[in-house]
Nanobody, 126 residues
Framework: QVQLVESGGGLVQAGGSLRLSCAVS????????MGWFRQAPGKEREFVAG????????YYAISVKGRFTISRDNAKNTVYLQMNSLKPEDTAVYYC???????????????????WGQGTQVTVSS
């Protein structure tokens, strides 16, 4: 069983920054492609950013490209999401998720994901 625990959410003014962390249990974290997703009230969960198991490949939603950066530290079993220049429309619950995909795979949709964290709230005020 794999457990994912997000942290780092909060309330921030527009233009500010936050860094989300996702700590993952298990001894094979370095083999997991990982992704960040978000869900705003009344909307479907959507892709934000994905990263391959080694961190060499990343992919971003158009809405966050250039403002958000996904990274990982395999020695710490943690994946991060650095969020800069935040906008009110970034307000959502943010989730990290693990994919069973293989090497060089980057999750970019809510399919092909087998474990999710509980989510962390990010609120951006105008």
């Amino acid at each position: 069983q794999v457990q994912l625990v997000e942290s780092g959410g909060g309330l921030v003014q527009a233009g500010g920054s936050l860094r989300l962390s996702c700590a993952v249990s298990g001894r094979t974290f370095s083999t997991y492609p990982m992704g960040w997703f978000r869900q705003a009230p009344g909307k479907e969960r959507e892709f934000v950013a994905g990263i391959s198991n080694t961190g060499s490949l990343t992919y971003y939603a158009i809405s966050v490209k250039g403002r958000f950066t996904i990274s990982r530290d395999n020695a710490k079993n943690t994946v991060y999401l650095q969020m800069n220049s935040l906008k009110p429309e970034d307000t959502a619950v943010y989730y990290c998720a693990k994919s069973p995909g293989g090497r060089m795979f980057v999750p970019t949709t809510t399919s092909n994901l087998d474990y999710w964290g509980q989510g962390t709230q990010v609120t951006v005020s105008s």
